[in-house]
């Protein structure tokens, strides 16, 4: 989200983005890294099944729990973007400011602003923790399980293979 509006920058040597983009970007910005989180979130979990509960994957995992896994995902991260998004375009400023950089965050942006921020603040402080923190205690809480999963088995090639599977993640 951020190169496109970089690379503009270093052909124009321009530092300027407007306040539409600034808004797409931090919109963009938010819903990927949200999105991100959720999802490294369903792969510990898939992990976790596939490790604890090898004989019941299949089961488990079906394709309809993975697309409900998904769009929860999606869903989530659009609407927080959403609701950061709507908030600071709500906000007021007293002068035309400009950001010098090519990354629009919501901080600096809020900083910016003459109106009161202290919901703004709120909201991000609370989403962090709730967005953030859930699915980091969910990632914790699944390799905490696979990893005394994997201490039951008993032998080094078994438990070779059941940590070569939660590599990529």
């Known amino acids: 989200t951020t190169i496109p509006k970089m690379l503009v920058n270093i052909q124009t040597q321009s530092q300027v983005i407007t306040y539409t983009g600034c808004i797409t970007q931090m919109y963009f910005y938010m819903l990927f890294a949200t999105l991100d989180d959720f999802l490294l979130t369903v792969m510990a979990y898939d992990r976790f099944v596939a490790i604890c509960h090898p004989l019941h ?3 488990i995992m079906n394709s309809q729990l993975c697309g409900l896994l998904l769009l929860v995902s999606w869903i989530m991260s659009a609407l927080n973007s959403l609701l950061h998004s709507l908030m600071v375009s709500q906000l007021s400023f007293c002068t035309v400011s400009k950001i010098p950089h090519f990354f629009c965050e919501i901080n600096e942006i809020i900083q910016l602003a ?3 921020t202290f919901l703004n603040n709120l909201v991000i402080y609370f989403s962090a ?3 953030a ?3 980091f205690a969910g990632i914790l809480y699944s390799y905490s399980k696979i990893v005394s999963c994997i201490r039951g088995i008993p032998s080094a090639q078994g438990k070779f293979k059941a940590f070569s599977t939660c ?3």
């Open 57 to 59: 994957y299949k089961v």
């Open 114 to 116: 003459c109106s009161d």
């Open 129 to 131: 923790v709730v967005l």
């Open 133 to 135: 923190g859930v699915p």
């Open 167 to 169: 590599v990529s993640h």
